[in-house]
C-alpha cells in the first residue's frame, strides 16, 4: 500500500503591513537553497512603503521542519520587485545566494507604455491598464557552460501605440552575479498594443514572450513571438495568435498581470503560456474572464490562422418598416479561429445585427439588417468586416431603402 505524502503549509507574519502584488521563485542552490518572494508593502493596507525582497529556507521546508527560517530585505520606497526563478536541470552555482540591495542595470531609453496609466484601447472604447510601471514576470534564471542568463520583459511606447521590451541578461560562470544586457528589443510589428508580458528561455537558448494583444478593433487576444539563437540580436520571429478575443472588459481596467511563460521540465524544448481573454461581449459577463493554456516551441510554425469573408447576397433591398437577411459566409485558412464581425456606414434609421457573432472559421451568421419607420431612403454600401485576432477583412453590401 502506497500511504500519500503529508502536507505542510506555513504562515509568516508581516506585522500592520499588507504583503501586495507577490511574486515567487526557486532558487536550489546547494546551500541556503531558497524560495524567493517579493512584495509591495502597505502600512494597514493603505500607505505604500516600499518592497519586501524575502528568501525562506527551502531545505527546511521540504524536510517538513516546524520553523523555517526567512530572512527579508526592506527597500523603501520602491516597488514592483521580481525574484529569479530557475529553469533547466543545472542549479546556479553554490554561493550566489546572498540576499542583498538591488543594482541598476543600464538598458537603451524607453518610455513606459501609458506612462505607467491605462491606455490600452479595445473595441469599445474603454481601455485597460498598461501597468507599464514594472518588470512583468518571470524573471526566468537558466544555466549554460560558460555562463548564466536571465530573461525578463516589461510593457514600453513603441510609436504611437505599446510593445513588449524584452532583455537578456548574461553573466560570466567566473563572476556569476555580475549581470549585464547581452541584448535587448522591443516587439512592435504593427500598430497594436502588445502589453503583459512573459519571457523564457529553452535549454538550445531560444527566447520566447508571450502577451496581450489589443486595439481599436482587436479584441484582447493571446499572443507568442520566439526567436533563435541564430537570428540576429534583438530580433523576435512572427506572431502567432495562440486565442483570439471575442469580447471586450467594461469598467475594471486591470487586465492579466498574471500571465506567465514556463518551461516543460520534461523536454526543456516545450513553452507552456498562460493567459485570460474574454469568449463573448455581454454587459453582465464582466470580470468572467476565460483562461487559455496553451503549448508552443520555438522556431516552429508561424502561420497564423487566416479567414476570407463574404456576405451571398451582397446586396439587399429593404422597405421602412421591415427587415432583410444575407448570409456572410466566414471561410478558414491556415487553421480555425474565432472571428469577430462588425459592420459600419449604415444609413440613419437602419440597424444591423449577426447571428451568431463571433463566428467559428469555417461557419457562417445571419445579418439581419431593419430600417425603421422612418429611416433615410435611397441606396447606401455599408462595410462588413471581421477580425480574429491576428487578421482583419472587409466585404461590402449595398442597400436601397425605399
Not at 544555466?143 to 510593445?163: E, I, K, L, R
Amino acid at each position: 500500500m502506497t500511504r500519500a505524502a503529508a502536507t505542510i503549509s506555513y504562515q509568516y507574519d508581516f506585522g500592520g503591513s499588507l504583503n501586495d502584488y507577490p511574486k515567487f521563485g526557486v532558487w536550489p542552490i546547494a546551500t541556503n537553497s531558497a524560495y524567493l518572494a517579493t512584495y509591495n508593502m502597505f502600512t494597514g493596507g493603505q500607505n505604500f512603503t516600499g518592497a519586501q525582497l524575502c528568501a525562506y529556507d527551502r531545505n527546511a521546508m521540504l524536510s517538513h521542519q516546524a520553523s523555517p527560517a526567512a530572512v527579508c530585505f526592506t527597500v523603501a520606497n520602491d516597488g514592483n520587485f521580481l525574484p529569479s526563478d530557475l529553469d533547466g536541470a543545472t542549479p546556479p552555482p553554490d554561493g550566489t545566494g546572498t540576499l542583498s540591495a538591488p543594482a541598476d542595470i543600464a538598458v537603451a531609453p524607453f518610455t513606459p507604455a501609458c506612462n505607467g496609466g491605462a491606455c490600452i484601447p479595445q473595441p469599445n472604447k474603454q481601455t485597460l491598464d498598461s501597468l507599464g510601471d514594472r518588470l512583468m514576470y518571470r524573471l526566468a534564471y537558466r544555466m549554460f557552460g560558460d555562463h548564466a542568463s536571465m530573461v525578463v520583459n516589461h510593457s514600453v511606447t513603441a510609436g504611437s501605440s505599446v510593445g513588449v521590451r524584452w532583455y537578456e541578461l548574461q553573466a560570466p560562470i567566473a563572476t556569476p552575479t555580475a549581470f549585464s544586457v547581452a541584448q535587448q528589443g522591443t516587439f512592435a510589428p504593427d500598430s497594436a498594443y502588445r502589453w503583459m508580458g512573459s519571457a523564457a528561455m529553452d535549454g538550445a537558448g531560444n527566447i520566447a514572450i508571450g502577451y496581450s494583444k489589443s486595439s481599436s478593433n482587436v479584441y484582447p487576444s493571446i499572443a507568442v513571438a520566439s526567436r533563435t539563437p541564430t537570428m540576429p540580436l534583438g530580433t523576435m520571429g512572427s506572431e502567432t495568435i495562440l486565442q483570439a478575443g471575442s469580447g471586450a472588459q467594461t469598467t475594471y481596467d486591470r487586465w492579466g498581470d498574471y500571465t506567465s511563460l514556463r518551461i516543460d521540465p520534461d523536454d526543456d524544448t516545450t513553452f507552456w503560456y498562460t493567459n485570460e481573454y474574454y469568449s463573448r461581449n455581454s454587459i453582465l459577463f464582466n470580470f468572467n474572464w476565460s483562461t487559455a493554456i496553451a503549448s508552443f516551441k520555438a522556431g516552429g510554425s508561424s502561420t497564423s490562422p487566416d479567414f476570407g469573408l463574404a456576405a451571398l447576397p451582397n446586396s439587399l433591398t429593404v422597405s421602412r418598416g421591415s427587415y432583410k437577411t444575407t448570409n456572410v459566409s466566414v471561410t478558414a485558412i491556415n487553421g480555425s479561429s474565432s472571428v469577430n464581425l462588425r459592420i459600419s456606414g449604415l444609413p440613419r434609421g437602419v440597424s444591423a445585427s449577426f447571428t451568431p457573432n463571433p463566428v467559428t472559421a469555417t461557419g457562417s451568421s445571419t445579418l439581419k439588417i431593419t430600417a425603421n419607420r422612418n429611416a433615410a431612403t435611397g441606396p447606401a454600401i455599408v462595410s462588413i468586416n471581421g477580425n480574429n485576432g491576428s487578421a482583419s477583412h472587409g466585404t461590402s453590401l449595398t442597400l436601397n431603402i425605399q
